[in-house]
């Protein structure tokens, strides 16, 4: 037995002619999943008398785009098209495959089961024709009530610690072997296999695979509020995690996730706060700056002490000479480093050709020229006789 393929139009046209079967389904709704092929029964020339189970020879078949049909004759899938248009069903021909933009995915799965029907099969008493939904199930909305583990790594400021997030949103997915999931979910369908009788154990193995999927993600060091940016990855280390489970048992992917919140308790967001603030202060130019805008809320406050002004200040005065550090020193300090840097990183040429960035040639030997330049020791490199900057005079 097997399928041949007709012209919708020729193929609805010979039902004026002829008492075979006319088997249809219409479109299929995004809650319906699979759906039991159903006979033409109104006019003429509908079939009224025959057996619901047995398909005729030469009956017509039509698949829809956005389906996938097939039929089961005893119990066993020998016959898969994917391709929309009409069929004809012929019972003295070979077991067929039109599996359209699925062949990949269903090819090998088919090829078995033909041969087990070839070499073992037994006349047909029961033949059943099932359409699937092949287009995109959406809105399958998620949200996870146990908090996930996530690495924040940020090497700017060597911060590198575990915190938990909770995410929502919602994903998904599609159909991709058909005979998969009637042999492993639906089974003989009495009339139509809706999402919601699978829905939520997808949801829980959806969210089971969530917690290594993330974890790859914290792998690309990035902040928990940029997940969201990075839905592409997550959907491919979602399929990933659950290719055993949905598309090597059930015929089913992944298509899409759409992350739509990302919270973190309250104390590790305040952690990394902390830690992004304790990083911006190792650059001496900013511990600086926060040194004058902490002395600058000091003075405020200091202005309102109930013992007067002048004793608020003098409090300022002592705590200010007990750190024993001023916002000039770190200035100055970030100067003098600054001046490093543009030291290591401007290199000369010496006079054989190589490019050194150290005090002698690392070719030939030669000591660097010297350009007359000086470094004060509040850091500043100048070429004149005083420091532009403290106004110091140069060394003899």
Known sequence: MGLIRAGLGAAISTLKDSWKDYIYCDSLENDVLVAKGQRHTSGLFSNNNGNDNIITNGSNIIVNDGQCMIIVDQGKVVEVCAEAGGFTYDSSSSPSLFGGNLVDGIQSTFQEIKERFVFGGEVAKDQRVYYFNTKEILDNKFGTVNPIPFKVVDKKINLDVDVSIRLAGQYSYRIIDPVLFYSNVCGNVASVYTRDEIDNQLKAEFISALQPAIGKLSSLEMRP????????????????????????????????????????????????????????????????????????????????????????????????????????????????????????????????????????CSNCGSAKPTDGSWTCSCGTVNTGNFCSNCGSKKPQ
Not at 279 to 289: P, R
Not at 330 to 340: D, E, I, R, Y
């Open 225 to 360: 509020n940029e997940i969201v940016n990075h839905n592409s990855e997550l959907e491919v280390y979602l399929n990933e995690a659950l290719s055993a489970k949905w598309s090597q048992t059930r015929g089913i992917k992944v298509v899409n996730v759409a992350i739509a919140t990302v919270t973190l308790p309250e104390e590790d967001a305040e952690m990394i706060k902390m830690a992004q603030k304790a990083g911006m202060y190792t650059n001496a130019a900013m511990a600086g700056a926060g040194l004058v805008d902490a002395q600058i809320e000091a003075m405020k406050n200091a202005s309102k002490n109930s013992g007067g002004a002048a004793v608020g200040f003098m409090g300022m005065n002592m705590a200010q000479n007990a750190g024993g550090m001023n916002a000039m020193n770190f200035f100055n300090m970030n100067n003098q480093q600054q001046a490093q840097q543009a030291a290591q990183q401007q290199g000369w040429t010496c006079s054989c050709g190589t490019v050194n960035t150290g005090k002698f």
